[in-house]
């Protein structure tokens, strides 16, 4: 693509001038409307089933069959799935798959289709390594049931070389678990670098593809195995419904699609439904995130009361070279880290409650990527083991599609009411 031609259009220009061109936006718009017999609609009609019935008993039988290699569109329970569900699982499967052959499984969150892919592919004994930066429930499911089932979790620094990386395989490492960027601290990993030195060992990649999905970042492209899709988050885009999905490559398929049957996971229409109409909007929402995070993330790094901002598509980003090279652009979660006073003094907790608490348009909240601005101190002491964070006090913000100005006068009002409180 834009590699032959010898020239990455994100390296020439910020993303913000960078013309609208997406592959993806016809396909947003296009896929999954096959409306069926009956009158025709812009959209699928939302299907609500336990029962599935059949006309013969041999159809049942011919369907169950199918349904338990897993075939899209064969179904003979409402857990398997309904014409609803299978378009989304499509339009997944290729939209994040892109010229890779994939396949999509549904979860009823984001946290599920992780917990539902670690426990697809390892068993009793196995061994996994994790980034130091992945997302808090990730870690805790390592820590408890994947522990209990004597599986063995290492965590490693996400700004590890993959030749560093290779040092801590053992002869039991079944998959590499990465997520870039890490929640809270925004390190970028060089995915393709690891997912090489994995094939070599014939270790299996997985990615929690989270931020960048599904425009601006292709991990398939970079090589992994497969991608964790929190859709609760920029797929549904309206912070109204909980889902999740794995990608998976064509091999992969099987071990998931039976640990998702055996655990019973399933996902209702309706949800599946809202999904899908997120997915219409997506590209000019992802795009407006980009723009105006950019824009605050510029004002924040100006701030006296700022040490760094934590966004991978500022050229001060510690990884932005490597932002540079492998994403397509970047969206609206970004962190900050807050300075020491004149004293020497950090931001108090009254002082960081007060930067928070009252905003006219950032909410407190956890979750991201709906339409929303939100604001949240990152108390991430807990949450590394190899790479401890030793910075000021860092505050997450995702940027939503409020005019950036009415963003940035909100956070100027939280700036003087920190600097008031004591
Ligand atoms: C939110 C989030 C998830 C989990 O998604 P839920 O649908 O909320 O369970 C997973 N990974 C990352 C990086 C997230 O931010």
């Not at 960027?181 to 990615?207: K, L, N, W």
Request: aromatic share 8%.
């Amino acid at each position: 693509m834009s590699k032959d031609k010898g020239e990455n259009p994100v390296n020439k220009q910020p993303p913000t001038s960078d013309p609208v061109k997406s592959p993806e936006a016809t396909s947003f718009v296009e896929m999954g409307r096959e409306s069926g017999p009956g009158i025709r609609t812009p959209n699928l009609p939302v299907y609500r089933t336990s029962t599935v019935l059949f006309k013969t008993l041999e159809e049942a039988k011919v369907c169950t069959e199918s349904a338990n290699r897993g075939e899209l569109g064969a179904t003979h329970y409402g857990t398997i799935g309904t014409p609803t569900t299978f378009a989304l699982r499509d339009a997944l499967a290729r939209i994040e798959g892109g010229s890779h052959p994939c396949r999509a499984a549904l979860m009823p969150s984001g946290l599920m289709a992780i917990t539902t892919l670690l426990l697809a592919y390892l068993k009793s004994g196995d061994h996994l390594l994790v980034t130091d930066s992945v997302y808090g429930p990730t870690r805790v499911f390592c820590k408890g049931i994947l522990a209990k089932i004597g599986i063995h979790t290492t965590y490693y620094d996400p700004t590890i070389t993959p030749e560093r990386l290779e040092t801590l395989i053992q002869p039991n490492t079944r998959i590499i678990f990465l997520e870039s960027p890490g929640s809270y601290t925004f390190e970028i990993q060089d995915v393709p670098g690891i997912c090489r030195m994995a094939q070599r060992h014939g270790i299996m990649t997985a990615i929690d593809n989270a931020w960048g999905s599904p425009l601006f970042a292709k991990p398939f492209d970079w090589g992994v195995d497969a991608s964790v899709l929190p859709l609760t988050k920029y797929w549904s885009g309206h912070a109204d419904v909980l889902m999740g999905a794995v990608i998976v490559r064509e091999e992969h398929w099987l071990p998931l699609w039976r640990t998702v049957r055996e655990l019973g996971v399933s996902v209702g229409g309706d949800d599946a439904a809202l999904i899908l109409r997120g997915m219409r909007t997506i590209d000019v929402r992802m795009r407006r995130h980009e723009q105006n995070a950019l824009e605050v993330a510029r004002w924040l790094e100006q701030r006296s009361e700022v040490n760094t901002v934590l966004y991978p598509a500022l050229s001060s980003h510690p990884q932005h070279s490597l932002w540079k090279r492998d994403f397509k652009g970047s969206s609206g979660l970004l962190s900050f880290e807050l300075k020491a006073n004149v004293q020497g003094h950090k931001p108090t907790p009254r002082q960081i409650a007060a930067l928070c608490e009252g905003r006219r348009y950032f909410g407190i909240g956890y979750s991201w990527g709906g339409y929303e601005s939100l604001i949240l101190p990152a108390w991430i002491d807990a949450l590394r083991s190899v790479k401890p964070w030793e910075g000021g006090p860092l505050i997450r913000l995702h940027i939503g599609l409020e005019d950036p100005a009415d963003l940035i006068l909100d956070l100027q009002d939280g700036f003087y009411a920190m600097a008031k409180a004591i």
